[in-house]
Structure formats: structure tokens, C-alpha cells
């Protein structure tokens, strides 16, 4: 066993964060995803758990479900991220890396969301909502600089949100959803063997281990002899979510929302490629089971919607995201590796949004709003895979009765980001120093049907 623990200790490897994978192509709030309502996007969410329009409210109150009938929303919103990095890296043994910036780490994801919502009586409904509520992905050249670091991080996870709403009187309604949520992550990196060689074998020579050759290693293992790894992992888990929504008057409504956290249990394999028989013949750099466990954060909203004409209505939200939960991500392996640590550290943080609807007549209604977002990322534990810094919203939409059944609603929103700067160093991966360019734009569409 001693041996076995000393084969690895300096190899706190690339599979040192299969969820730090859960990289967002937004380059803030982590990797939560707000897009959840097309109708709200275009007022960058502002009045999210008090504007209970359409079955959209599944996601952000459920309570809100009282102010309607029976309907049903699909919708989608095309994210589109840049990421550009400029700087400077080494290897783990100190020496400049080769390679370029990487190209541009960021993409185009696509976020779709369903809903449904129908009344059951006796002030009683119901409804369910199939939406992505984290995710998204970054991915760099495959012989980038900072492939040590990173090269491609990737999420997916459905959530499925079946929810109740009940009308306790004439302004007060309660609601509660139940989530059961799957997430899938992947992490690929590069991994230099040629300068993890040398200080593993000192540690085996060390502890008396045959063979162990600093000098022989050395000479067998070339510095830059990169090896290709990728983790994946994935798993179901459960949560809830509860809301109140007041009604003082007919033109004003106050929600109130909270959504649980889901901690994660996941679980999958590590594989790797090209690999040299000197690490495997030690147990290194094979096929393996791993798991991590993740918290996704808990959410409270409390938003304010106001009419302050037949055309005229105002809104504001403020929302807070629990991410102090994530301050480490541990990989456990079923070989003989330890675990591998990556302190994260992450801070809660609030999102502050202000909105404005302005209905032309009984078929047009036009929308603007802005946003302030934080991010829960530490300048000194910011990483190539989570480039996150604050963000400033600038959203405009248009909502569109075409028959008394059937409206559709478009939002359009541009991300203003702090230039992320970032100074990522770890003995198994080298440095990585620069700072990023990175922009976001979002376009969302949806189609109500009301049954």
C-alpha cells in the first residue's frame, strides 16, 4: 500500500475536476443557467418570481401558476460565448509550454425549456417543467499552451420539475415543485509525462522501490511527451423548490421563491491515451472508475411587479445563489490513486435586475431590462475551464398575440464582462497567466399555447 500511494502523490492529475468540467460558456454565475423564459429574457429576468405570465413561472415561482389557465410554453434560447485568452504558461517542470492561446474557448449552446400548466380546481394546480438549469461548455486547441490546464469542459442536465399551486384566497398563493435532475460532465486535458516522470520515480527510489531510477526515467521519458486523458461522469438526483406569491392590489404582485440544492454523486470513467508502459507498469495513467460528489447551489428570489398603466409596468428582482458549498472538488478513484483535490473557494453572490413592459395594443408588448451579475469565482481560483467574472445584462424583447391561443415571445440580451484575468498554477499542471476577452449573447423564442 505504501507503494502504491507513493506512485501517484505527485500526480494530483488532470482528472483533478471532472465538474469543474461544469463550465459555462457565460463566464459568470458558475455554470447556473438563468435562461429559462423567453418572455423574461427580454427584461434580463427582472420581476423572475412575481411576473407569473405564462408556465414559465413553473421554474421561477410555482405559485404563479394560480394567475393562469391552462397552457403550454416551448422555448429555446441560442447562447452564444467568445472566449479569447492571452498570455503565458509553463509546463509542470517549469519550462515555457508550446502552443497558442487556444483559439476561442467559447461556443454556441442551445437551452431549451417546456412547460405546462392546467388548473385541476377548488383553487388547486398543477403543472411540470423540463428545462436545462446548468451547463453549457469551453474547449480550446488540443495543443494549446494551457492544455496542461484544460482542453475541453463539458455539462449537460435536464431537470424535471413537476410541480403544485394553491390559491389560498384572493392574494395569497402558495406553490412547491419536486426536481429530479441528471447531469453529465466530461473533462479532457493534456498530461506531460516527460515532467511528472522525474519526481515520481525519486519518490518510489525513496521508499526503496526496485528499479526506481531517477536518471533511467529520465532518459526514457522525453520532456513535452504529452499523454491525452478525459473523465466523464454522470448521475440522477432530487430537490424542490417553494413559492408565495401576494397580490396587494390588482397591479401589484410580490413573489417570493427558494429552490433547493441537489448534491450529486457522480460517478464514471477516467481513460487515457498514449500513454507510456513506464507509468502504467506503476499503475498510472489506466483505465478507471472515479466519483465526485457536487453541491449545486441553492437559490432565493424576491421579485416586485408593478402596472402602472394599462401599458405601462415596471419590475425588479434581486436573487441570491448559494455557491460557499463548492469550496473543494474531490476526485476518489477505484485504482490504487489517491484522491486528487482542487480547492475552489467559491463566495455566494446576488443578482440585481430592473425591467420595463410597454403594450402597443392587445396583440404587441415590447420589453427592456439590465442586470448586474456576480460572479462566485475568487480572482486567485479562477481556472481555465471557469474563466467567470461579473457581468453587466443589456436585454430588449417583443411578445406577440397572433390568435387569442397561440403568442409568441423573442428576447435579446448582450453580456458586458469584466476581461476575466487568470493566474492558474499547480504542481502536476504548470502556470498558466493571462487574461481573457470574453462577450455573450443570448436569443430566446418561445411559443404559448393556451388550451
Given at each position: 500500500?505504501?507503494?502504491?500511494?507513493?506512485?501517484?502523490?505527485?500526480?494530483?492529475?488532470?482528472?483533478?475536476?471532472?465538474?469543474?468540467?461544469?463550465?459555462?460558456?457565460?463566464?459568470?454565475s458558475g455554470f447556473a443557467l438563468i435562461e429559462q423564459s423567453a418572455?423574461?429574457?427580454?427584461?434580463?429576468?427582472?420581476?423572475?418570481?412575481?411576473?407569473?405570465?405564462?408556465?414559465?413561472?413553473?421554474?421561477?415561482?410555482?405559485?404563479?401558476?394560480?394567475?393562469?389557465?391552462?397552457?403550454?410554453?416551448?422555448?429555446?434560447?441560442?447562447?452564444?460565448?467568445?472566449?479569447?485568452?492571452?498570455?503565458?504558461?509553463t509546463d509542470p517542470a517549469g519550462f515555457p509550454a508550446s502552443g497558442g492561446n487556444g483559439g476561442d474557448a467559447g461556443g454556441n449552446g442551445l437551452v431549451p425549456n417546456?412547460?405546462?400548466?392546467?388548473?385541476?380546481?377548488?383553487?388547486?394546480?398543477?403543472?411540470?417543467?423540463?428545462?436545462?438549469?446548468?451547463?453549457?461548455?469551453?474547449?480550446?486547441?488540443?495543443?494549446?499552451?494551457?492544455?496542461?490546464?484544460a482542453i475541453e469542459s463539458e455539462v449537460k442536465t435536464i431537470n424535471i420539475n413537476p410541480s403544485l399551486a394553491y390559491r389560498v384566497n384572493n392574494r395569497f398563493s402558495i406553490g412547491v415543485g419536486v426536481s429530479?435532475?441528471?447531469?453529465?460532465a466530461k473533462l479532457t486535458q493534456a498530461v506531460d509525462q516527460g515532467s511528472l516522470c522525474v519526481p515520481t520515480q525519486a519518490q518510489l527510489q525513496a521508499l526503496g522501490v526496485p528499479g526506481a531510477d531517477p536518471a533511467n526515467c529520465a532518459g526514457l521519458v522525453p520532456q513535452g511527451s504529452d499523454a491525452f486523458a478525459k473523465v466523464e461522469g454522470d448521475n440522477w438526483a432530487g430537490g424542490y423548490n417553494l413559492g408565495l406569491l401576494y397580490e396587494p392590489t390588482s397591479s401589484t404582485r410580490i413573489g417570493l421563491a427558494y429552490r433547493s440544492k441537489i448534491n450529486h454523486q457522480l460517478s464514471g470513467k477516467g481513460r487515457f491515451s498514449n500513454t507510456l508502459p513506464q507509468f502504467s507498469s506503476f499503475g498510472l495513467f489506466v483505465k478507471t472508475g472515479v466519483t465526485a460528489d457536487i453541491d449545486l447551489p441553492q437559490t432565493a428570489s424576491l421579485s416586485i411587479y408593478h402596472d402602472l398603466s394599462n401599458r405601462w409596468s415596471v419590475m425588479a428582482d434581486a436573487t441570491w445563489t448559494g455557491w460557499d458549498n463548492f469550496d473543494e472538488l474531490r476526485i476518489k478513484y477505484d485504482s490504487n490513486q489517491p484522491d486528487s483535490?482542487?480547492?475552489e473557494n467559491w463566495n455566494d453572490i446576488w443578482r440585481y435586475s430592473l425591467g420595463v413592459d410597454f403594450r402597443y395594443n392587445s396583440n404587441w408588448t415590447f420589453r427592456a431590462g439590465t442586470a448586474f451579475d456576480e460572479s462566485p469565482i475568487p480572482n486567485?481560483?479562477?481556472?481555465?475551464?471557469?474563466?467567470?467574472?461579473?457581468?453587466?445584462?443589456?436585454?430588449?424583447?417583443?411578445?406577440?398575440?397572433?390568435?387569442?391561443?397561440?403568442?409568441?415571445?423573442?428576447?435579446?440580451s448582450h453580456l458586458f464582462i469584466d476581461d476575466p484575468e487568470l493566474n492558474e498554477n499547480t504542481p502536476t499542471s504548470g502556470t498558466l497567466t493571462g487574461e481573457y476577452d470574453a462577450s455573450v449573447d443570448i436569443v430566446s423564442a418561445q411559443l404559448v399555447w393556451k388550451i
Open positions: 500500500m505504501r507503494q502504491s500511494k507513493a506512485k501517484l502523490t505527485s500526480l494530483r492529475l488532470l482528472t483533478a475536476g471532472i465538474l469543474t468540467a461544469c463550465a459555462s460558456n457565460g463566464m459568470a418572455s423574461q429574457q427580454g427584461n434580463a429576468f427582472a420581476g423572475g418570481s412575481a411576473v407569473a405570465n405564462d408556465a414559465t413561472t413553473i421554474y421561477f415561482n410555482p405559485a404563479g401558476m394560480t394567475r393562469l389557465n391552462t397552457e403550454m410554453v416551448a422555448g429555446a434560447h441560442l447562447v452564444i460565448t467568445s472566449a479569447k485568452f492571452d498570455g503565458t504558461a417546456l412547460y405546462f400548466s392546467t388548473p385541476l380546481g377548488d383553487g388547486l394546480f398543477a403543472g411540470i417543467g423540463i428545462n436545462v438549469p446548468f451547463g453549457l461548455s469551453t474547449e480550446y486547441n488540443s495543443d494549446w499552451k494551457g492544455r496542461y490546464q429530479l435532475q441528471y447531469i453529465d483535490v482542487v480547492d486567485s481560483n479562477r481556472t481555465a475551464r471557469i474563466p467567470g467574472e461579473d457581468r453587466i445584462w443589456a436585454s430588449v424583447g417583443f411578445g406577440y398575440q397572433m390568435t387569442p391561443a397561440i403568442g409568441i415571445d423573442v428576447g435579446y
